[in-house]
């Protein structure tokens, strides 16, 4: 059931100690996106597997890998996780090397999107995303990606969010996702702890381990 004057994107889930209600509408432009917490990923990847079974994609392809990082010298050492989904950057690199139009960045919500029907394989793309988040699916003969899953998560017409969450989001078993609007999400109590840590136009928002 909705909240009276908001989207019950975290209804139940306790997070509205964290965060404030998001808006019915954000505005004519903004940016959907990602703010995971890497104090408290534990690298269970539940989010991997449920992104697989949401976008039934084949064996050796993940739009949400997890990778891991080590800091320190022994025996002063810590580890932590940090999930790679997509960045949907802001000037988008993959986009910019694509030669026949296939990738563009959604003008309300700054959604990177993938048409398959005008993708040629020629994986530019691959080779252009610093991240790794564009994969060739070798059954298709394409080139796919993260969506924040914006066929369930994005109103169609409007391009506003629909009150779903991702798949990862969802699944989440630490509550360490959160999906939203950039400033929305930044917005939060723990906003002075919300960063991009790979900086410049990637939109995705972590929190940093080294201030837990």
């Known amino acids: 059931m909705a909240?009276?004057?908001?989207?019950?994107?975290?209804?139940?889930?306790?997070?509205?100690?964290?965060?404030?209600?998001?808006?019915?509408h954000y505005g004519e432009k903004f940016q959907l996106t990602l703010w995971i917490d890497l104090e408290y990923c534990t690298g269970c990847?539940?989010?991997?597997?449920?992104?697989?079974?949401?976008?039934?994609?084949?064996?050796?392809m993940d739009y949400n890998r997890v990778i891991y990082v080590e800091q320190g010298s022994y025996p002063d050492t810590k580890r932590y996780f940090v999930p790679m989904p997509c960045m949907h950057c802001g000037k988008p690199p993959c986009?910019?090397?694509c030669p026949v139009g296939a990738i563009s960045k959604h003008e309300v919500n700054g959604i990177v999107?993938?048409?398959t029907d005008k993708c040629i394989g020629c994986k530019y793309c691959v080779w252009a995303c610093p991240f790794g988040a564009p994969q060739f699916n070798q059954d298709k003969r394409v080139t796919q990606k993260c969506t924040l899953c914006s066929h369930k998560t994005v109103d169609p017409d409007s391009g506003q969010p629909s009150g779903e969450r991702p798949a990862c989001v969802d699944t989440c078993v630490g509550r360490v996702r959160w999906f939203g609007d950039q400033n929305w999400l930044a917005s939060g109590r723990r906003k002075t702890r919300?960063?991009?840590?790979?900086?410049?136009?990637?939109?995705?928002?972590?929190?940093?381990?080294?201030?837990?």
């Open 95 to 97: 986009l910019a090397s």
């Open 3 to 24: 909240h009276a004057g908001g989207v019950p994107i975290y209804k139940e889930t306790g997070l509205e100690d964290i965060l404030p209600l998001a808006p019915d």
């Open 45 to 60: 990847r539940a989010c991997t597997t449920n992104c697989k079974s949401e976008n039934n994609t084949p064996i050796g």
């Open 113 to 115: 999107e993938f048409d």
């Open 194 to 212: 919300a960063l991009s840590v790979v900086g410049g136009t990637p939109t995705v928002l972590y929190t940093d381990p080294k201030t837990a």
